[in-house]
Each structure stands twice: as C-alpha cells, then as structure tokens.
C-alpha cells in the first residue's frame, strides 16, 4: 500500500516569511496528487492538482511541484498571512482511483 | 456551480436513533464519495458510488447504509451508531470513478456527536 508522508507535522512562522510544505510517498506508480486544506472542523478545500505527467502548478501565492523519481512533492505558498493558518493535506490517487492522504501538516501564521 | 453541499452540518443522536446525513452536488460528476474524519487524522473512504452504483465499500460496518437516489445525491443512514462512530463525515464527488485523474471535490462535512 502506498504510504504517504508529511513533514512537519506542525509549523509556525511570522507573516511574510515564505512556507514550505513537503509530502513523500513510497511507490512511484501515482497518478494525480491534490494539495487540500482543511480548517478547524471544516471540509477539505482542493488547492491545487497535478497530474502524473506533469511537474508543477501554480495558483496565486501557491506553488506545487511533483517528483516522482524522489518520491515527492512540495507546497510553496509565499508571502504568508495569517489567513494561511489552516492544516494542509497532500493525497495521491492510486490505480484504484482512491485517494491516499498524508497526515497532514499544521500550519500557524503569526502576525 | 463547483460546490458540495452537505446537510446538517452538526448532528446529536444517541444509540438508539436513526438518523441520514444528506450530500448534494450539480456538477455533473458521476462519482460520490463518504468519507469518515477523526479529529487530527486524514479522511478514511467508506464508500464509492459510481454511476448510481456502489462500487467500493471498505469493511464499513451495517449500521452505516449509503444509498444514491439519484447522480446529485447521495445518503448516509445511520442506525445503533456507537460513541466511537463521533466524527466529521465527509462527502466528495468526481467526474468519474472510472478514471485515476479525476479530481475529487469535498463538500463542509456534517459534525456528528454519537451520546
């Protein structure tokens, strides 16, 4: 089964400083990866998707970039506000078309 | 419209009640999902409803009983839940579930409190 790690578990930075949020997986037989975030007892709101034979996406402030070689993706989000705070899931989708979430990443802007 | 609805969004039963949790999406997708979220834990599939049709249901216990009236709905009934089943159901509908790059959209959840 694909294991899909996030590292942090948590962060905190000041607003302004630039976020770097990483997610590694185990077998590189992926195919779409979403970035998600979830507020406090809220739903999960789609980020950003790349596709297997893709490299990247960007929207706004959010940069997404997928290696499968690595085993890897990373979340860019620049220039931080406290309205970032939120926690932030990354998922695979397997060749059963189920989604396969990381932990998550807990996120803290302080002003 | 690229919205999930989910109704209500918090829920108190206790063991004996029978409850639905509702979703709702008019996107045209073809695929529905429920999904169960304990708090500080990723979401865990219950079911897939593809086409109408369930097509994955992951060992999920009878008191949960989904049904699909329809394409833009989908329905959790709930029977003698247990305290443990207390937790953010979620609800996600893609174009299809035939197709690994489908992008899954998630609706608010429904918070529910099992006493």
């Known amino acids: 089964k694909q294991e899909v790690t996030q590292i942090p578990a948590a962060l905190s930075v000041p607003e302004g400083e630039n976020l770097v949020l990483n997610c590694s997986f185990t077998d590189s037989a992926i195919y779409n990866l979403q970035w998600f975030r979830q507020d406090p007892g809220k739903g999960l709101t789609s980020l950003l998707l790349i596709q297997s034979s893709q490299r990247e996406q960007t929207s706004g402030r959010l940069n997404a970039s997928l290696d499968k070689s690595s085993g890897r993706s990373t979340l860019y989000i620049a220039a931080s506000q406290p309205g970032d705070s939120a926690t932030y899931l990354c998922?695979?989708?397997?060749?059963?078309?189920?989604?396969?979430f990381g932990a998550g990443t807990q996120v803290v802007v302080t002003p | 419209d690229t919205e999930v609805t989910q109704t209500p969004k918090h829920l108190v039963m206790g063991m004996t009640n029978k409850k639905s949790l509702k979703c709702e999406q008019h996107?045209?997708?073809?695929?529905m999902y429920w999904y169960k979220q304990k708090a500080k834990k990723p979401p865990e599939l219950m079911f897939v409803?593809?086409?109408?049709?369930?097509?994955i249901n992951e060992s999920v216990p009878s008191r949960f009983s989904p049904e699909c009236p329809n394409s833009s709905l989908l329905n959790l009934h709930l029977h003698a839940l247990q305290p443990e089943d207390s937790a953010l159901y979620l609800c996600?509908?893609?174009?299809?579930?035939?197709?690994?790059?489908?992008?899954?959209?998630f609706g608010p959840g429904t918070r529910l409190t099992v006493l």
């Open positions: 996107m045209g997708h073809r695929a």
């Open positions: 998922a695979f989708t397997d060749s059963w078309g189920k989604l396969q």
């Open positions: 409803y593809s086409y109408e049709k369930l097509s």
């Open positions: 996600a509908s893609s174009q299809d579930a035939t197709s690994v790059y489908n992008e899954q959209f």
